[in-house]
Nanobody, 121 residues
Framework: QVTLVESGGGSVQPGGSLRLSCVVS????????MGWFRQAPGKERESVAV???????SYVASLKGRFTISQDNAKNTLYLQMDSLKLEDTAMYYC???????????????WGQGTQVTVSS
């Protein structure tokens, strides 16, 4: 069973930065397709960025250039660097994983508990 534990959320002013981390246990992160998702109050959960086992990454178009997904397989950790944060980035951010690209894009099998990101002035 894969377990994902996020950290790094918090409160930040507009224009600030945060880096989220997601530690993987139960499997090697190099064997998993992984991604970050977010859910704002009253809205559906949406994909933010994904990274596949070949290291290729993709982003939701509206966030590309501000957010960067990366992983350190030696540490079994997934990251999300978030820069130039905006009020509308406020949400619960979830780390997710699946053993296939198709599974990740449909609905990942494994989810973390989430970490709250609040952007406010």
């Amino acid at each position: 069973q894969v377990t994902l534990v996020e950290s790094g959320g918090g409160s930040v002013q507009p224009g600030g930065s945060l880096r989220l981390s997601c530690v993987v246990s139960g499997d090697s992160s190099s064997n998993l397709c992984m991604g970050w998702f977010r859910q704002a109050p009253g809205k559906e959960r949406e994909s933010v960025a994904v990274i596949l086992t070949d290291g290729s990454a993709s982003y939701v178009a509206s966030l590309k250039g501000r957010f960067t997904i990366s992983q350190d397989n030696a540490k079994n950790t997934l990251y999300l660097q978030m820069d130039s944060l905006k009020l509308e980035d406020t949400a619960m951010y979830y780390c997710a994983a699946d053993r296939s690209r198709e599974g990740l894009l449909a609905w990942p099998k494994f989810w973390g508990q989430g970490t709250q990101v609040t952007v406010s002035s």
